[in-house]
């Protein structure tokens, strides 16, 4: 048994990366969630585009309570349209309508139209708590009698519902950390795998060369992920009934950028791993990373400013993005052209490092 | 000078007086006393000081120039009959508080607000002013029911935009005891009174 204890110790400490990836993953994996869900710096304030037609006291008052929570802006109707609909830099936008002022000193109820992104989630949730919030508070100031003198109505700017279920939130982004758990691992360790198991070298002086077997064995995880990420999006589809947008072809299309991106991932992280012991700690510092700083887990809304920064350089934010746009915007294949170029562009970055190191390292063994 | 010469006489007198009083207002009539009650309130509303300060300020001022009585009795209608005297009393009392910060809390909504002045028309010992709130982007109609008191003329309503403040009140009032008793009504206002005199 004693002797059986020092050999695995041995092979564990010999592998000096994956003993500094089984500590690090951990270290880096709980300082991002920490960061991400526990940071102190309250990052950039809520956005809140407001189209103030009234131009009376009331509007001006509504206006500096909302300035206490939140970056307020006033804009024209279509610069607030645009914020919302086409750049998604503000869950929602708040249309002050004419004669408010003047309904709301004769006590009248006045009705309040909110320009929404429903995809913005827990952001426009936020702006609709400061919203009553405001009422709450211009109430108190103005009439203390009467609390109730503005009502809401909702008009979504990106697509057809007022409201998106917790799981069409939720379900997309851990439908993606699947995939992109089992094609990075899958991906990584089949390459080597080979190695392992003597079969590389046989492999290598097949006729076609070391590339063609790196694209072989990318082909066929690709096939795999693919697969992969269909099925499941299909089974959150029929289970709880999350959208897959109004073009299925523009899913499509995303999902084979997707699975792309993901595969080139996972060359990248058997290029970076010396051995197969180290493909797990690594894949799982990518898998954890990408996840988080994706938004695969909770709205990068949410994040530190440092971390949004971050967000677009991994290309989970963009599959996400593309995500967020199919299934909670209802929107089509002119959408995904930015994504989908970004995926692309990601995975051949990924996929010629990922060769490029994993021919250096194996090629000549 | 003839009987009828003299009546002639007199009534083009007092037809001449009543003229010289529409063309040029007394100084304590409604219109200059309205006016002097609202030129206090923007000077203190424009003035140094914090929310509380001018909102106390703003209070003493419209203490002298609104009768919270009689507002109260238009607000509260047929429901103060067969109130006790306790009832009644506790009932103006807490009016009082509750229409002076209404107002005061309103006019406060306007940061630097510019009063403009029509014209005051006389009925015995009624009368009505007419104002306008001006901001850069429009105008606020507020006219003032003002009657005759020993006190001197002192607003018993206020319309913003045509609608009464006092008939506003009447309408919470009417809702609320629809739904439920007078001593409910009374525990309400309190706590608005004192919820407001806590939040300042």
């Known amino acids: 048994m004693l002797a059986v204890f020092r050999k695995d110790l041995r092979i564990f400490v010999r592998d000096r990366w994956a003993m500094l990836f089984a500590i690090l993953v951990p270290v880096l994996v709980v300082t991002i969630i920490a960061e991400a869900l526990f940071h102190s710096d309250s990052g950039p304030r809520l956005l809140v585009p407001v189209v103030n037609e009234d131009g009376g006291p009331v509007a001006s008052t509504f206006m500096k309570l909302l300035g206490e929570h939140a970056e307020v802006r006033e804009v024209s109707r279509d610069e607030a349209e645009n914020l919302v609909r086409d750049a998604n830099k503000a869950a929602a936008a708040i249309v002050f309508p004419p004669r408010l002022s003047k309904q709301y000193l004769q006590g009248r109820s006045t009705e309040i139209e909110l320009l929404t992104d429903p995809a913005a989630g827990s952001d426009l949730e936020a702006i609709k708590v400061l919203l009553l919030l405001m009422d709450k508070d211009a109430a108190a100031l103005a009439d203390p009698f009467s609390e109730e003198k503005i009502t809401l109505r909702e008009r979504n700017l990106t697509g057809n519902r007022l409201s998106i279920t917790a799981f069409e939130q939720n379900v997309p982004g851990f439908s993606l950390m699947f995939v992109l758990m089992a094609v990075i691992f899958g991906t990584a360790m089949s390459m080597h795998d080979e190695r392992d198991w003597g079969t590389l070298p046989r492999l290598l002086v097949a006729p076609g060369g070391f590339t063609r077997l790196l694209l072989g064995k990318f082909g066929a995880r690709f096939v795999v992920g693919l697969v992969q990420m269909v099925c499941l999006f299909l089974w959150g589809h029929w289970m709880f009934r999350v959208s897959l947008g109004s073009s299925p072809w523009a899913f499509l299309v995303l999902a084979l950028a997707v699975v792309f991106a993901t595969v080139a991932a996972g060359m990248l992280v058997a290029g970076l791993a010396g051995t197969r012991e180290q493909t797990l700690p690594l894949g799982l510092t990518f898998v954890m990373t990408f996840s988080a700083l994706g938004g695969l887990w909770w709205p990068q809304s949410i994040q530190p400013a440092w971390m949004s920064r971050l967000s677009p350089a991994f290309f989970t934010s963009w599959a996400m993005q593309g995500l967020n746009d199919l299934v909670l915007r209802d929107r089509g294949m002119e959408a995904m052209t930015l994504p989908v170029s970004v995926l692309l562009a990601h995975g051949m970055a990924a996929l010629a490092l990922g060769f490029l190191l994993f021919r250096q390292r194996h090629s000549a063994r | ?200």
């Not at chain 2, 850069?136 to 507020?142: E, L, T």
């Open chain 2, 1 to 200: 000078m003839t009987r009828a010469a003299r009546f002639g006489a007199v009534l083009l007198l007092v037809v001449a007086g009543r003229a010289t009083a529409t063309d040029a207002p007394a100084a304590n009539g409604p219109l200059a006393v309205t006016r002097q009650a609202l030129e206090q309130s923007n000077a203190i509303v424009r003035g140094s000081g914090d929310r509380q300060q001018k909102l106390l300020a703003l209070r003493d001022v419209l203490r002298d120039f609104l009768d919270t009585e009689a507002l109260a009795r238009l607000a509260a209608g047929k429901h103060l009959e067969g109130r006790t005297p306790e009832e009644t009393a506790e009932f103006l009392r807490l009016f009082r508080e509750l229409f002076i910060r209404t107002y005061v809390q309103r006019l406060l909504l306007f940061d630097a607000p510019d009063f403009t002045y029509g014209e005051e028309r006389v009925t015995g010992d009624t009368a009505t002013v007419g104002t306008e709130i001006v901001t850069p982007r429009d105008r606020f109609a507020v006219d003032y029911t003002l009657r005759h008191t020993e006190s001197g003329w002192r607003a018993t309503d206020i319309l913003v935009e045509q609608v009464s403040l006092a008939q506003n009140f009447r309408a919470q009032f009417d809702t609320a005891l629809a739904k439920s008793s007078f001593q409910d009504l009374l525990e309400l206002l309190r706590k608005k009174v004192d919820g407001a005199a806590a939040a300042g």
